[in-house]
């Protein structure tokens, strides 16, 4: 079956500082990947995509490449901000016939940005 | 711009109690889903509906029924309320098109005493 392993938090950044958040799947077919962020008392909100190999996807300063070779797909952002405080979750499409598209999620990572 | 809605925000509940979540969405999305999240597993699907009239268990699906009302309306079921099921109660939708992202209420914080 589908899996997705993301790094266990939480993670505390300093303003500014470098992030990465690791994440690798494990899928019967071609997956589309994401990642998802949840900021407290919300709901899950897209964060970025990629739906084949090779595929950057990014957004609000957040970056990940599908790398199908690793079958990894890891966030990474160059300068973090207190904002960026959340909750992020790696997930995978399963888009063979018949999976209706169910997402698998890994387990989330807390960040925490300190000023 | 509502996207999806989800009722109640707030439930306690005691032990043996029923009560149904409710789902809207209004983006005319064809396939819902129904997830929990509990500490540190992720969220984890329930129950889907790839589309009006069809629905079909996830990987956690004892203890809870669904009904599709119709294309918007998607309900979540507790017929007999047990403490392990005290969790926060997501729905989502999507197109049902290739490489759609999901869309996500705001969700529902249940707790069963």
């Given at each position: 079956?589908?899996?997705?392993?993301q790094?266990?938090?939480?993670?505390?950044?300093?303003?500014?500082?470098?992030l990465?958040?690791?994440?690798?799947?494990?899928?019967?077919?071609?997956?589309?990947?994401?990642?998802?962020?949840?900021?407290?008392?919300?709901?899950?909100?897209?964060?970025?995509?990629?739906?084949?190999?090779d595929?950057?996807?990014?957004?609000?300063?957040?970056?990940?490449?599908?790398?199908?070779?690793t079958?990894?797909?890891?966030?990474?952002?160059?300068?973090?901000?207190?904002?960026?405080?959340a909750?992020?979750?790696?997930?995978?499409?399963?888009?063979?016939?018949?999976?209706?598209?169910k997402?698998?999620?890994?387990?989330?990572?807390?960040?925490?940005?300190?000023? | 711009?509502?996207?999806?809605?989800?009722?109640?925000?707030?439930q306690?509940?005691?032990?043996?109690q029923?009560m149904t979540?409710?789902?809207?969405?209004?983006?005319?999305?064809?396939?819902?889903?129904?997830?929990?999240?509990?500490?540190?597993?992720?969220?984890?699907?329930?129950?889907?509906?790839?589309?009006?009239g069809?629905?079909?268990?996830?990987?956690?699906?004892?203890?809870?029924?669904?009904?599709?009302?119709?294309?918007?309306?998607?309900s979540?079921?507790?017929?007999?309320?047990?403490?392990?099921?005290?969790s926060?109660?997501?729905?989502?939708?999507?197109?049902?098109?290739?490489?759609?992202?999901?869309?996500?209420?705001?969700?529902?914080?249940?707790?069963?005493?």
């Amino acid at each position: 079956g589908n899996s997705v392993t993301q790094m266990e938090g939480p993670v505390t950044l300093s303003e500014e500082a470098f992030l990465t958040i690791n994440c690798t799947y494990t899928a019967t077919g071609y997956p589309s990947l994401f990642w998802y962020v949840q900021y407290p008392g919300e709901g899950l909100q897209l964060l970025l995509k990629a739906t084949k190999a090779d595929d950057k996807g990014s957004n609000k300063g957040f970056e990940a490449t599908y790398r199908k070779e690793t079958t990894s797909f890891h966030l990474e952002k160059g300068s973090v901000q207190v904002s960026d405080s959340a909750v992020y979750f790696c997930a995978l499409s399963d888009n063979s016939g018949g999976s209706n598209y169910k997402l698998t999620f890994g387990k989330g990572t807390l960040l925490t940005v300190n000023p | 711009n509502a996207g999806v809605t989800q009722t109640p925000k707030f439930q306690v509940l005691k032990t043996g109690q029923s009560m149904t979540l409710q789902c809207a969405q209004d983006m005319n999305h064809n396939s819902m889903y129904w997830y929990r999240q509990d500490p540190g597993m992720g969220l984890r699907l329930i129950y889907y509906s790839a589309s009006e009239g069809t629905t079909d268990k996830g990987e956690v699906p004892n203890g809870y029924n669904v009904s599709r009302l119709n294309k918007r309306e998607f309900s979540l079921r507790l017929e007999s309320a047990a403490p392990s099921q005290t969790s926060v109660y997501f729905c989502a939708s999507t197109p049902s098109r290739g490489n759609q992202p999901q869309h996500f209420g705001d969700g529902t914080r249940l707790s069963i005493l």
